[in-house]
């Protein structure tokens, strides 16, 4: 879970208001792990949970169950891919200019037109980058990309004590004033920054936080296997409250760091605000260590874990468009590769052209998130129940026979 949404969440605590913030997390985790609860208990013997909506809303509920992790999945392939851009842009100008001593400008990602083609620019990156990962996304073993996927935790892991090292210098060595909302024209003072408490802008927050607690479906194959599964529930419960854990950490800690003192060039002098960047790592100027570490590190993550996620789109897809054909691994070699290079192309869309995390991940994971989390388990679980009480021979009937 702890993934593609954690770069953006000191921006989306700052658009909410850190209390709100708090409320929100706290809100969408309790939510969050109890339709979790509701799909582990609803599925029974099924080894998916899209078998399972099939059998108690037909298709209709075969083609919801895929087409909405399939909307909030390409959401979270084009955030890896647009913040594998972003942090390996400055990375190679830093290389190209300092090392080899090339003598090029350096084109701010983040700055409207986004695509510069004309000169070296992030996106020549995003072209680069798009041919590597598909090329690696052509593989069918992926045992490689799996033991290398592991490094991702130790990254996981640097970046939350990055933030939380960053958080605590800035409250150490920067005055901050709390105000319950925005500021209206009162002017500020260049030595005190400001943290809101609430902002009305909290959709972008639990946009995010679709995407950061959705693995809703994902984890029956994974308790499935389980030594003990009557305790299947507690390890999702643990496993929800250590993500939630890390993102109220990020995202409270993550306000005060990227307000503080050390971001005080990035002040907007009309609002007395330090905006922050919905990826923080765009925060730091291109050369600065802390940064082109953090950006090296998060390269290699996304870099290994891009072709996994990649894959399990790459599932539901044949599941959606080619019932017939059992596995990836019996498509045709037209099919196979049409569908990595297509699957690719949106990320490289919006890399080119609409480069803003925030908004690609609050908007697809609110659509997806919304059904997936709120809505459809709640439904399966009552109409569950239901038959349970109406039609108990049905009822039970459905529960023995095992959909694979």
């Known amino acids: 879970m702890v993934g593609s949404a954690m770069v953006s969440l000191p921006w989306a605590f700052q658009t909410s208001g850190i209390l709100l913030g708090l409320i929100i997390s706290f809100t969408s985790f309790v939510i969050s792990y ?29 083609y919801i169950g895929l087409i909405g992790p399939t909307i909030l999945i390409f959401g979270a392939i084009t955030v890896y891919f647009v913040v594998i851009v972003q942090s390996l842009y400055p990375l190679f100008y830093v290389i190209g200019t300092k090392l080899i001593h090339i003598s090029m400008p ?71 004033e709390f105000k319950l909302d925005p500021a209206k024209d009162e002017g500020y003072h260049p030595d005190i920054s400001t943290v809101l408490l609430f902002n009305s802008q909290f959709s972008n927050l639990a946009g995010c936080l679709c995407a950061g607690y959705f693995i809703h479906q994902v984890s029956i194959p994974i308790i499935s296997n389980a030594a003990d599964p009557s305790k299947n529930l507690r390890n999702v419960f643990l496993g929800y409250l250590l993500v939630f854990l890390c993102y109220i950490t990020v995202g409270s800690l993550g306000y005060f760091a990227f307000t503080g003192k050390y971001f005080e060039s990035k002040r907007d002098k009309d609002t007395g ?29 996304l870099c290994c874990s891009y072709p996994l996620v990649n894959h399990f789109q790459r599932m539901i897809l044949v599941n959606l468009f080619w019932k017939d054909i059992p596995t990836v691994h019996e498509l045709s070699k037209t099919r196979f590769y049409s569908l990595n290079i297509g699957i690719s192309l949106i990320p490289l869309i919006f890399a080119l052209f609409y480069p803003k995390i925030g908004a690609i991940l ?37 529960q023995q026979n095992e959909v694979q």
Not at 273 to 301: V, W
Not at 386 to 396: C, G
């Open 273 to 301: 605000q330090i905006p922050i960047e919905d990826n923080f790592l765009n925060m730091f100027e291109y050369d600065q260590t802390p940064a082109i570490i953090m950006r090296t590190m998060i390269s290699i993550q």
């Open 106 to 176: 350096y084109i701010d990602p983040n700055t409207p037109p986004y695509c510069h083609l004309d000169s070296f620019s992030a996106s020549w990156i995003a072209l680069l980058m798009y041919v590597l990962l598909v090329s690696a996304s052509m593989k069918k073993d992926l045992t490689v990309f799996i033991r290398l996927s592991s490094i991702g935790v130790i990254c996981v892991i640097c970046l939350i004590l990055f933030v939380i090292g960053f958080g605590v210098y800035s409250i150490v060595v920067t005055d901050y």
């Open 34 to 62: 109890y339709t979790c609860a509701l799909i582990i208990k609803t599925t029974k013997n099924d080894t998916d949970y899209v078998f399972t909506l099939r059998k108690y809303y037909g298709k209709l509920g075969f």
């Open 362 to 398: 609050s908007y697809a994971a609110s659509i997806s998130g919304f059904f997936m989390i709120y809505v459809i388990p709640v439904m399966a679980y009552m109409k569950m129940k239901k038959l349970e009480i109406t039609h108990p021979l049905l009822a039970d009937a459905l």
